[in-house]
């Protein structure tokens, strides 16, 4: 059976781009340690848990309040990694809604790091982007026409690959483990974004931009988790 592919070297590329110190990233996995431990500890409290996530920036809180009801019976199973439940609890032919997996696998990656987060940046469906797609040998594996728990897996599979290459090469070995594919992935989405950007704009307006280590963060989802706001609605939200 066919499975997804990282291209290694591609990988190396974006890597190496980003050059990040090494002191950068053991700070960063700390956080990220951090993160995991406290969501360890299910939260309970909507407040937070509509907080705290980076794709509720772009849900209404009319959304919000109908849809309440609903996420609170499939909490207990994101928070005992079962992700499959977020697709459970739609009607038959009823589509989802664009930040229902974002949202639901934010909770489970936090609470079990092995299971990944698919943010808008780690692929986006509607658009074929994502950070996925420019180290993955074969983009069509993810085509969007593809049901919502199948390109979940595919996703889930190229992020287990991408643990391995890195381990086996040695790269963000200050980094924690688990939490390598899913930094690795900030890290070439940030470095794509600088390179568009450089590309696009005038060099003073890449200037006022928030600096290469800071997006990383941002991309994590780390800043929302203390409580900050970020700038206005952007891609990586």
Known sequence: MATTVIDAEALKEFLDKADLPADY?????????GRHEAARLPLTDWAQLW??????????????????????TVLPAL?????GALWDLLDPNETAPAWLADWGTYWA??????????????YRPDSRTG??????DD???????????????RIAEAV??????????????????????????????A??????????????????????????RILLGLTRWEGKSIGPKSETD
């Open 25 to 33: 990233l053991a700070r960063l996995s700390q956080e990220l340690a």
């Open 51 to 72: 907080h705290k996530a980076p794709v509720v920036r772009r849900i209404s809180e009319p959304e919000r309040q109908r849809w309440e009801p609903r996420l609170t």
């Open 79 to 83: 928070w005992q990694g079962q992700v």
């Open 109 to 122: 990656h936090l609470a079990h790091p092995q299971l990944p987060w698919w943010a808008r940046w780690v």
């Open 131 to 136: 950070a996925l797609l420019l180290v993955v």
């Open 139 to 153: 983009v069509e594996r993810f085509n969007p026409d593809l049901a919502g728990p199948v390109l979940y897996q």
């Open 160 to 189: 287990s690959f991408l643990g391995a290459v890195l381990d086996s090469t040695h790269q963000l070995d200050a980094v924690e483990e688990m939490f390598r594919p899913m930094v690795a992935l900030a890290i070439i989405y």
């Open 191 to 216: 470095v794509y974004m600088f390179t568009m950007a450089s590309w696009k704009m005038t060099e003073e307006f890449t200037q006022v931009l928030p600096s290469f280590p800071s997006v990383v």
